[in-house]
T-cell receptor
Framework: DGGITQSPKYLFRKEGQNVTLSCEQN?????MYWYRQDPGQGLRLIYY???????QKGDIAEGYSVSREKKESFPLTVTSAQKNPTAFYLC????????????FGSGTRLTVV | SQQGEEDPQALSIQEGENATMNCSYK?????LQWYRQNSGRGLVHLIL?????REKHSGRLRVTLDTSKKSSSLLITASRAADTASYFC???????????????FGQGTILTVHP
């Protein structure tokens, strides 16, 4: 079955550490996205990529970094510069330049300990 | 700032009743979409309505779009306990059929359907 897989489901980070969240899709979608969701809030766009080896900052990119070396993969690194990283992180994919309907992963819950 | 604002923030109804959620937005859109999120899970795409459409149906879902008022509504008819979830509107900014290729989400409406 085609889909989008995020791992791990739960992640704990110590102060000052960088952590990387994985997002893999086998839908042959060109575009991939990372959103952050805080409790009781909507989704805020962190980074997005419309094509391999290219990505753009979203509304809250500070303290995050991404890479898009393969069409199937769009990992997100939460760096130590992100001062309030505890949140639910959602990855999504879609047909390029269409945004007709995103397919979402099941999310990674990141907690700072 | 968020493009979409949803109303109400929370809605509690009995099974069998209809549920209506509203979404307002600020700028020109290419399309507007509604998503559902069960607690602690990813979002699921429900329905998309394009800027040149006024109404769309999918099963028990009915979506309307009023571009002059920059607003949309989602109606769930004959609700069930399994409809309990958060519902988000999302706007694909753009105009004239051209998408900017990214969605902006509202804050969501929490729907609780009591058996």
């Amino acid at each position: 079955d085609g889909g989008i897989t995020q791992s791990p489901k739960y992640l704990f980070r110590k102060e000052g550490q960088n952590v990387t969240l994985s997002c893999e899709q086998n839908l042959n979608h060109d575009a991939m996205y990372w959103y952050r969701q805080d409790p009781g809030q909507g989704l805020r766009l962190i980074y997005y990529s419309q094509i391999v080896n290219d990505f753009q900052k979203g509304d809250i990119a500070e303290g995050y970094s991404v890479s898009r070396e393969k069409k199937e993969s769009f990992p997100l690194t939460v760096t130590s510069a992100q001062k309030n990283p505890t949140a639910f992180y959602l990855c999504a994919s879609s047909i390029r330049d269409r945004a007709d309907g995103y397919t979402f992963g099941s999310g990674t819950r990141l907690t700072v300990v | 700032s968020q493009q979409g604002e949803e109303d109400p923030q929370a809605l509690s109804i009995q099974e069998g009743e209809n549920a209506t959620m509203n979404c307002s937005y600020k700028t020109s859109i290419n399309n507007l979409q509604w998503y559902r999120q069960n607690s602690g899970r990813g979002l699921v795409h429900l329905i998309l309505i394009r800027s040149n459409e006024r109404e769309k149906h999918s099963g028990r879902l009915r979506v309307t779009l009023d571009t002059s008022k920059k607003s949309s509504s989602l109606l769930i008819t004959a609700s069930r306990a399994a409809d309990t979830a958060s519902y988000f509107c999302a706007t694909d900014l753009g105009a004239g059929g051209t998408s900017y290729g990214k969605l902006t989400f509202g804050q969501g409406t929490i729907l609780t359907v009591h058996p």
